[in-house]
């Protein structure tokens, strides 16, 4: 039988559609020889005979091997196979797969949405995998893994492309799946490309990347790679001043505190879970303590036109007032307090019928108690102890608290009880420990890690968290403008967010929606200006449809529950369903993985870290 030369190198042949064909889903039937040469996932060309239209197509379902004579399901059949310790024969048997079809090619090599099927019994050619590489856009220096189905092909990304980090990342699943392995091999891959990495890590895990790894199965697992241990060449860790590191010997540690004047009193007011009368008053101490801050010169300094922008600049929504620290408010609670004690009414009635004449100041100001120097005097301090400088002047604090009083003495011992629990942390505006620089954490090519581990406290995480995530977006912003003003490109940068289900769990959203906002902002922003975020979670049931939706990537490694499965199958569309039932399978380090230079996801098995780990119980 002579065989045709245009279907010499064909390893099948599309079948007859059915009453239960799927549209962009074709079967493919093959001889027993030929299957050994498909598996999932790759790529293959059918050429239609009748028509003479050309398809590309992926693998989603077998090859399965099926009876020539019989059905599989069939007694003969079921009978040969179960006996045959007892019966020699067999069936011959064919292959079958379900075909994808990515697209029609055109005449000019281009891909485009098919309007067609392929006719039955057309040839269907296997791609090589430098023509597949290529249709499934693995392309650039960042290396993922192996694409599974594959003998060499890599999973790879540009980490210059626009369209790739600077969009948003999830690494999701169950606790084992391969996440902290997938996080590892990103940093180190991302720190080798140049990129500055910032990773929020609240165990510690990856306080010795700058070490090669040590773990036997690792170890065995780089060598089957043709890689070799190694750790990444520049390691910064910043811990909260007062906590420890799971590094404490580490070269380059740095302790770090917040500054208060950087929070915004509206977040603040939420991460300290305040009720409504409590806000009321919190947002009256902090006005007050603005207008004092004037007052003693503090800010904005007499005569600086730059202090009188930054002021009149001031977002209080994304961030606090310049130069307020937390010792300034707790000043000013505590004169309100002092104004509703019976020594304070007292005062107070006093100060009503004796008002204080001012001296070498003009006719038209009302404000009491100030010097020619602009500084004010107090020759008889009353009222309660001041650590701030306002200290200097107590009846000035007590006449602006007068100016604007207050009621209800609970709610005020309730704000200053909170207040003074957020002192007692000594994390704000510590002395000998400045606050985190983001310009250096932006350097090309170096890997920050914020050593949260010893803080025990999801509340005081996020107020680092939000701190610096602010702080690193507005120091990109600042670099971006620059860059573009030179005409030069400026220096990618990738966040890495551990247990982001602590951060943005849809509780945590809905008792902190300004928080939530300037993440969201961050998000957005982020994207035109090369900052992407990872968000890395083993509960993305706890995960809003806000966050999932600030994401175009995914890297998703096992997970189990099938109501999670099915969550995230509603959310994550470009993913098919033969990748899906797959996912409660996957093993360790195995992953599916949709990046938006992908033509479509693939399931990749992830390279193993090169890098240490601290593993955490």
Known sequence: ????????????????????????LVTVLMTREDLLQLASQTLVRIKSREDKRSYLGVIVRGPFAEPDAVSASSTMAIGVVSQGKKIAFTFDYHGR???????????????????RRPRPKSPVFLLGEKESAAVLGMAGDLCLGMVSGYDQ????????????????TGIIGTTGGGKSTTVATLIHRAQAAGIATIVFDVEGEYTHVDEPTDHAAMLEALERRGQKAEGVKELHIHHLTGRDSRNPDHDNLHGFSLNFSSLSPYAIAEILNLSEAQQERFHKAYDVTKLLLEDF??????????????????????????????????????????????????EGR?????????????????????????VFEDPTPRGPRMLSEFGRNVGRVMARVHAQSSKNEISWKALAGKLHQLRRLKIFDVATAPGVDHDSMLTPGRVSVIDLSDTDSPQLNNLVIADILRGLQETQEARYQRASAGGKPVTPVLIILEEAHEFLSASRISQMPVLFEQVARIAKRGRKRWLGLVFVTQLPQHLPNEV????????????TDSSVISRMQRTVGSIDAGLWERVSQLAPGQAIVSFSNFTRP???????????????D
């Open 602 to 616: 693939l399931m990749v098995a992830v390279d193993p870290a090169p890098v240490k780990r601290q593993l955490v």
């Open 153 to 168: 092909m890599e999973a790879r990304l540009n980490p210059r492309d626009k369209s790739i980090l600077p969009r948003h």
């Open 1 to 24: 039988m002579l065989v045709d030369p245009e279907s010499k190198d064909a390893v099948g042949f599309t079948h007859f559609d059915s009453a239960g064909s799927h549209d962009n």
């Open 350 to 374: 006093s100060r009503s019928r004796s008002p204080s004449k001012r001296k070498g100041a003009s006719e038209e100001s009302s404000d009491p108690d100030e010097g020619s120097d602009g």
């Open 548 to 559: 999932l939706g600030l994401l175009n990537n995914f890297i998703i490694h096992k997970i």
């Open 97 to 115: 797969a379900e075909v994808e079809i990515l697209g029609e090619e055109t005449a000019g090599g281009k891909l485009v949405p098919p309007g």
């Open 297 to 346: 010169e503090i800010f904005p300094r007499p005569r600086s036109e730059e202090d009188r922008q930054r002021m009149l600049d001031v977002d209080e929504l994304t961030t606090g007032y310049p130069q307020m620290t937390l010792q300034h408010l707790l000043d000013v609670v505590s004169a309100y307090l002092y104004s509703l004690s019976d020594e304070g009414k007292g």
